[in-house]
């Protein structure tokens, strides 16, 4: 199937770090991304990885990918109110296709 | 300037209606996509097209009607309007598809609510 696994709800106080785990289907894939969806808007690219990295860091952004267990998960450092949102994976499917993972919702509280 | 811009915003209709969301990219690109946002948040992919060429139709019934007059825009026509329709319709483009050399990053409008009555 194409089944991208998320948790749904993530709580955490600001300052913390975040971690939002992913698991996707497709051993094939040749990038994996982190997505950020706020409020009332679209999508927007926050990371990818190639698949054939195991660790990507960006800032307080560290992607890390487990390819044999299929898992994909973000970590946000110093977690800010700004970070609330939801957070997509994705796996490249075919030449053509993003196929989503449910979404976790980010809440942060001070 | 909006890189994605779908219009309208916001679409109210009665269930049988036919209705259309447009949706205009200037950043170039030659693919561009409709996804679905149900109320879950769910988001599922129906169509894509590469310099106007349907190249992804992914079970969607046939009231929906995707048309690209030209690379730059891809509309999305639905007729006979149903209870399960309401959703948040999300325009996409990126440049090259996905996959392969490209990096494949997706860029999105802010998205199209319908609600069917």
């Known amino acids: 199937g194409e089944d991208v696994e998320q948790s749904l709800f993530l709580s955490v106080r600001e300052g913390d770090s975040s971690v939002i785990n992913c698991t996707y289907t497709?051993?094939?894939?040749?990038?994996l991304y982190w997505y950020k969806q706020e409020p009332g808007a679209g999508l927007q690219l926050l990371t990818y990885?190639?698949?054939?990295?195991d660790m990507k860091q960006d800032q307080r952004l560290t992607v890390l990918l487990n390819k044999k267990d299929k898992h994909l998960s973000l970590r946000i450092a110093d977690t800010q109110t700004g970070d609330s949102a939801i957070y997509f994976c994705a796996e490249s499917i075919d030449t053509d296709k993003l196929i989503f993972g449910t979404g976790t919702r980010l809440q942060v509280f001070p | 300037d909006t890189a994605v811009s779908q219009t309208p915003k916001y679409l109210v209709t009665q269930m049988g209606n036919d209705k259309s969301i447009k949706c205009e990219q200037n950043?170039?690109?030659?693919?561009m996509y409709w996804y679905k946002q149900d109320s879950k948040k769910f988001l599922k992919i129906m169509f894509s097209?590469?310099?106007?060429?349907?190249?992804i139709n992914e079970t969607v019934p046939n009231r929906f009607s995707p048309k690209s007059p030209d690379k730059a825009h891809l509309n999305l026509h639905i007729n006979s309007l149903e209870l399960g329709d309401s959703a948040v319709y999300f325009c996409a483009s990126s440049q090259g598809g996905i996959g392969g050399s490209n990096t494949g990053e997706l860029f999105f409008g802010e998205g199209s609510r319908l609600t069917v009555l």
């Open positions: 097209y590469n310099n106007k060429e349907l190249i």
């Open positions: 990885i190639f698949s054939n990295m």
């Open positions: 950043l170039g690109h030659d693919t």
């Open positions: 497709d051993s094939s894939s040749t990038y």
